[in-house]
């Protein structure tokens, strides 16, 4: 499953430098505007501790996380939507992500410089969304246009399209996000191929001084960011990126201790993978035992034959049934044994959802 998150922000927020925290890609950093200019693509591992405790249990030779992708796009300035500083390739970069992570200056430092001039979380991110909305008015407004045509002479696409393009067009207009609406499950299928900008799901991200890491409640600017995230019902994160850097840098084993000394208890990254897994709506099933353990990304509302075919088409193509333990079961039995002897084990069908946490065995005959 190939979803990617894409980091955006004004220039010189700390995209680069989180994305290399993020993936130890090493993307260019430079103190300057447009630094990153062509997009850079990571893949990083999902965090996932119920991994390590499924190799305790059932040892394996090998164990691979699942992973998800992160790309690092070059800053967005004023204008951006109509061609300033390289907008317009910016926004065509942002077009192609499933999800937006919104980094925002949330520290004070003479000596890194601000395209604005001064340090203003909400005006920053205010200019990111109003480019954002502007280029999706002008985008909705020329398919508005021709639909308008077309569905005079009944065309049922068209006169489906119509009244939603409507309802987008009057929400940005009011300064609103197209994913401020609420779409049933036809709409939103028609909605996903107008390719907008606004509908992706966003995570505010506000880069922190060191001092405020272990409260970012205690930053006046982290604050104003979760107001005008919490306004939007999406998440915002507090991360000092220039530390995450620092600890991604670090040997694992030495991690912990660096987070127990700056009073964290787990790092700002882990947060990010985990909350941008969430945001776009993914969860994690596992199989176990022989030469891997290892975690797989479905998306919520998967069912086990669909699951079956993200490790090999042919496990969906012949599916017959997945033997099923829940892994909060395997964790309180402590061994397979015990958990079927307790009747934990289950038979699942072709109708089956996949929950989060489940661990697979799947029969398939091709």
Same mark, same amino acid.
């Given at each position: 499953?190939?979803?990617?998150?894409? =980091?955006?922000?004004?220039?010189?927020?700390?995209?680069?430098?989180?994305?290399?925290?993020?993936?130890?890609?090493? /993307?260019?950093? /430079?103190?300057?505007?447009?630094?990153?200019?062509?997009?850079?693509?990571?893949?990083? *591992?999902?965090?996932? !501790?119920?991994?390590? $405790?499924?190799?305790?249990?059932?040892?394996?030779?090998? =164990?691979?996380?699942?992973?998800?992708?992160?790309?690092?796009?070059?800053?967005?300035?004023?204008?951006?939507?109509?061609?300033?500083?390289?907008?317009? !390739?910016?926004?065509?970069?942002?077009?192609?992500?499933?999800?937006?992570?919104?980094? +925002? $200056? %949330?520290?004070?430092?003479?000596? @890194?410089?601000?395209?604005?001039?001064?340090?203003?979380? !909400?005006?920053?991110?205010?200019? @990111?969304?109003?480019?954002?909305?502007?280029?999706?008015?002008?985008?909705?407004?020329?398919?508005?246009?021709?639909? *308008?045509? +077309?569905?005079?002479?009944?065309?049922? *696409?068209?006169?489906?399209?119509?009244?939603?393009?409507?309802?987008?067009? !009057? %929400?940005?207009?009011?300064?609103?996000? /197209?994913?401020?609406?609420?779409?049933?499950?036809?709409?939103?299928?028609?909605?996903?191929?107008?390719?907008?900008?606004?509908?992706?799901? +966003?995570?505010? +991200?506000?880069?922190?001084?060191?001092?405020?890491?272990?409260?970012?409640?205690?930053?006046?600017?982290?604050?104003?960011?979760?107001?005008?995230?919490? #306004?939007?019902?999406?998440?915002?994160?507090?991360?000092?990126?220039?530390?995450?850097?620092?600890?991604?840098?670090?040997?694992? #084993?030495?991690?912990?201790?660096?987070?127990?000394?700056?009073?964290?208890?787990?790092?700002?990254?882990?947060?990010?993978?985990?909350?941008?897994?969430?945001?776009?709506?993914?969860?994690?099933?596992?199989?176990?035992?022989?030469? *891997?353990?290892?975690?797989?990304?479905?998306?919520?509302?998967?069912?086990?034959?669909?699951?079956?075919?993200?490790?090999?088409?042919?496990?969906?193509?012949?599916?017959?049934?997945?033997?099923?333990? #829940?892994?909060?079961?395997?964790?309180?039995?402590?061994?397979?044994?015990?958990?079927?002897? /307790?009747?934990?084990? $289950?038979?699942?069908?072709?109708?089956?959802?996949?929950?989060?946490?489940?661990?697979?065995?799947?029969?398939?005959?091709?």
């Amino acid at each position: 499953m190939s979803l990617t998150a894409g =980091i955006v922000g004004l220039p010189n927020v700390g995209k680069s430098t989180l994305f290399n925290a993020i993936t130890n890609a090493g /993307a260019e950093m /430079a103190n300057y505007p447009f630094a990153t200019i062509e997009p850079n693509v990571g893949v990083v *591992e999902v965090p996932d !501790k119920r991994l390590d $405790r499924l190799q305790e249990i059932i040892p394996a030779k090998k =164990i691979i996380p699942t992973t998800f992708e992160f790309t690092d796009i070059a800053g967005i300035v004023k204008g951006a939507s109509k061609g300033e500083g390289l907008g317009n !390739k910016f926004l065509a970069n942002i077009r192609e992500v499933d999800a937006i992570v919104h980094i +925002v $200056r %949330a520290f004070d430092d003479p000596n @890194i410089t601000s395209v604005t001039g001064t340090v203003d979380p !909400k005006d920053d991110i205010e200019t @990111i969304n109003l480019e954002l909305e502007i280029a999706d008015l002008d985008s909705v407004t020329k398919r508005l246009g021709r639909v *308008e045509k +077309v569905a005079r002479a009944h065309d049922k *696409e068209a006169m489906a399209e119509l009244p939603l393009l409507q309802r987008i067009k !009057k %929400a940005l207009e009011e300064g609103k996000p /197209a994913r401020s609406l609420e779409f049933n499950k036809d709409e939103a299928k028609i909605v996903k191929g107008f390719f907008l900008l606004t509908t992706k799901p +966003v995570i505010y +991200v506000a880069n922190i001084s060191d001092e405020s890491i272990a409260d970012p409640m205690q930053s006046p600017y982290f604050k104003v960011v979760k107001e005008i995230a919490d #306004s939007e019902n999406s998440p915002a994160l507090a991360i000092s990126v220039r530390t995450e850097e620092e600890i991604s840098e670090l040997d694992p #084993s030495d991690r912990s201790d660096f987070l127990a000394d700056l009073g964290a208890k787990e790092s700002g990254l882990d947060q990010l993978i985990q909350a941008t897994y969430r945001l776009l709506g993914l969860g994690t099933f596992f199989t176990a035992g022989g030469k *891997e353990n290892r975690a797989w990304t479905y998306k919520v509302g998967t069912k086990a034959p669909q699951a079956a075919g993200i490790i090999h088409s042919d496990f969906e193509r012949g599916f017959i049934r997945a033997e099923t333990v #829940s892994f909060s079961d395997l964790d309180q039995y402590g061994s397979m044994e015990a958990v079927k002897e /307790a009747g934990r084990l $289950r038979i699942e069908g072709k109708d089956y959802v996949v929950q989060d946490g489940d661990i697979f065995e799947f029969r398939f005959n091709v």
